[in-house]
């Protein structure tokens, strides 16, 4: 797809979740009316905000919070897209097929036609962050696609740590990668190890900007969650989740290719992030930075393997002589 302009706005939406989830995508429904309304081209959601962060406890009945791609979700952004005249990234609960469910990002078009579905790839399993339970890892592979404003990738939360997953991503043409995200703190830890997991978090993004020439979006969300959710039946489910819950810290940010931080949002309030994409500067970026030239693509087969042990293992190019 041709993208003439040579900018673009994007929107990063920090929400605060409740346990409905109706009332929640009511919330995420107006912030993209507001979104469009300021200028933004492509708005993009926190991950799984349909719902508190569920994945803080292990529970059956949380499996039916899930729904097919395409389904009701992806119908009502497609609508309000169209509406609004906006490119839509949003992160769902996909039920696949029985017993098998993803943690899915769905990129919308202006038009409200799906152009992109990603499963996220790596999935954690941490204290309060049981993703393993619910969702199998993703099979679509790391992709960009394009809208009317353009080319994008999409990875969702833990993706953000490991550089394969933004290098693929960046070598198909996206001008911008998108973490939709859920990360915080949890309060025991956050006096002594706060400062320190926030700025890890911010550094290895911007590094992702850097390395390939890209802007790098972080969509957060904000507020101390317990994965408090209420179930289409009426029931809510309540503050099962062991210990003091998970602050999220919010900080959503949109950094340039050359990783400064060009708009941010704050640790705890509701925001739309509102950044422009400058497609010159990415050409300006890699001419002076040529990483993606001077990478050494015939040396780099190693790098499927889980780990190296040097005392069995002949790496390609370290010969002795």
Same mark, same amino acid.
């Given at each position: 797809?041709?993208?003439?302009? /040579?900018?673009?706005?994007?929107?990063?939406?920090?929400?605060?979740?409740?346990? *409905?989830?109706?009332?929640? &995508?009511?919330?995420?429904?107006?912030?993209?009316? #507001?979104?469009?309304?300021?200028?933004?081209?492509?708005?993009? +959601?926190?991950? @799984?905000?349909?719902?508190?962060?569920?994945?803080?406890? #292990?529970? $059956?009945? +949380?499996?039916?919070?899930?729904?097919?791609?395409?389904?009701?979700?992806?119908?009502?952004?497609?609508?309000?897209?169209? #509406?609004?005249?906006?490119?839509?990234?949003?992160?769902?609960? =996909?039920?696949?097929?029985?017993?098998?469910?993803?943690?899915?990002?769905?990129? +919308?078009?202006?038009?409200? #036609?799906?152009?992109?579905?990603?499963?996220?790839?790596?999935?954690? *399993?941490?204290? @309060?962050?049981?993703?393993?339970?619910? &969702?199998?890892?993703?099979? $679509?592979?790391?992709?960009?696609?394009?809208?009317?404003?353009?080319?994008?990738?999409? $990875?969702?939360?833990?993706? /953000?740590?490991?550089?394969?997953?933004?290098?693929?991503?960046? +070598? /198909?043409?996206?001008?911008?990668?998108?973490?939709?995200?859920?990360?915080?703190?949890?309060? !025991?830890?956050?006096? =002594?190890?706060?400062?320190?997991?926030?700025?890890?978090?911010?550094?290895?993004?911007?590094?992702?900007?850097?390395?390939?020439?890209?802007?790098? !979006? !972080?969509?957060?969300?904000?507020?101390?969650?317990?994965?408090?959710?209420?179930?289409?039946?009426?029931?809510?489910?309540?503050?099962?989740?062991?210990?003091?819950?998970?602050?999220?810290?919010?900080?959503?940010?949109?950094?340039?290719? &050359?990783?400064?931080?060009?708009?941010?949002?704050?640790?705890?309030?509701?925001?739309?992030?509102?950044?422009?994409? *400058?497609?010159?500067?990415?050409?300006?970026?890699?001419?002076?930075?040529? &990483? $993606?030239?001077?990478?050494?693509? *015939?040396?780099?087969?190693?790098?499927?393997?889980?780990?190296?042990?040097?005392?069995?293992? /002949?790496?390609?190019?370290?010969?002795?002589?």
């Amino acid at each position: 797809m041709s993208h003439p302009a /040579q900018k673009f706005k994007v929107a990063l939406v920090q929400m605060r979740m409740g346990a *409905d989830p109706e009332g929640n &995508f009511a919330s995420a429904l107006k912030h993209i009316r #507001e979104a469009a309304r300021l200028g933004a081209q492509i708005v993009c +959601l926190p991950e @799984l905000f349909r719902t508190q962060y569920f994945c803080q406890r #292990e529970d $059956l009945r +949380l499996f039916d919070l899930a729904e097919p791609i395409p389904g009701p979700s992806t119908e009502k952004l497609g609508a309000v897209g169209r #509406e609004a005249g906006v490119a839509i990234v949003a992160s769902l609960f =996909e039920r696949r097929a029985p017993g098998l469910y993803h943690n899915t990002a769905v990129t +919308l078009n202006a038009t409200g #036609e799906i152009v992109g579905i990603y499963r996220k790839m790596h999935i954690p *399993d941490d204290p @309060l962050y049981y993703e393993k339970y619910y &969702f199998a890892p993703g099979d $679509l592979g790391f992709q960009a696609v394009d809208t009317a404003a353009g080319r994008v990738g999409t $990875l969702v939360c833990w993706d /953000q740590w490991y550089p394969e997953g933004a290098r693929l991503t960046a +070598l /198909q043409g996206a001008e911008v990668l998108f973490y939709p995200t859920a990360i915080g703190w949890h309060p !025991a830890e956050k006096d =002594e190890y706060g400062a320190a997991q926030y700025d890890a978090w911010r550094t290895i993004q911007r590094a992702h900007a850097i390395a390939n020439g890209v802007y790098v !979006a !972080a969509v957060n969300r904000v507020g101390l969650e317990h994965g408090e959710v209420k179930l289409a039946n009426g029931e809510v489910l309540g503050n099962r989740a062991s210990g003091q819950g998970i602050e999220f810290w919010g900080g959503s940010f949109l950094a340039d290719p &050359f990783g400064r931080v060009i708009a941010k949002a704050g640790h705890d309030v509701e925001e739309i992030v509102l950044g422009e994409v *400058d497609r010159a500067l990415i050409e300006e970026t890699r001419r002076n930075w040529p &990483f $993606l030239r001077d990478r050494r693509v *015939d040396a780099y087969a190693p790098i499927t393997q889980r780990f190296l042990d040097v005392a069995h293992t /002949q790496i390609p190019g370290n010969e002795r002589k």
